[in-house]
């Protein structure tokens, strides 16, 4: 009787990395193209966060990449699967935070996933979430810029 249970518990411990990657989440890649990028000074920063860090700036997945004029591909490795919304700045001058004008205006392109409408304030989690489904993934959106140059020069 001894012997089986030891048996067992050896199958058991065998068969346990299998049994926690069965019951773990899906993760993949998402690649996000930020578009409308006004020029090649900088980085783009993306953060892709649940609803709870929505519009905080510690959310727990983020990526970024130089900025390119017109379209940056950012790429954020390892995402679970789940709901999500993504915001994205243009570190113009790489102080790694949005710098702001009088009244909180950003002073640099800031984005949305969905291309969520931005007002007079941030937009709402509803027009931006997406989910992500934890295999490799593409979105896309466009910065907005308040000051200066609304976008990458006309060629």
Request: proline letters at 7%.
């Given at each position: ?7 067992i ?46 519009l ?71 027009d ?6 934890g ?21």
């Amino acid at each position: 009787m001894e012997s089986c249970l030891a048996e067992i518990g050896t199958m058991l411990l065998k068969l346990l990395p299998v049994i926690l990657l069965i019951g773990a989440a899906p993760v993949g890649d998402l690649t996000i193209d930020v578009g409308n990028v006004r020029n090649g000074k900088g980085r783009v920063h993306v953060d892709i966060c649940p609803q709870d860090r929505f519009l905080a700036d510690d959310c727990p997945y983020s990526g970024e990449a130089p900025a390119t004029p017109g379209v940056t591909t950012v790429t954020v490795r390892g995402l679970p699967a789940g709901r999500y919304a993504a915001q994205a700045f243009h570190d113009e001058n790489a102080n790694e935070k949005v710098d702001r004008a009088l009244f909180g205006i950003p002073k640099e392109g800031v984005g949305f996933s969905r291309n969520a409408h931005i007002t007079f304030s941030a937009p709402k989690w509803r027009d931006a979430e997406f989910d992500f489904a934890g295999h490799d993934q593409r979105i896309g959106f466009r910065l907005r810029y308040f000051l200066g140059a609304s976008g990458p020069p006309k060629s």
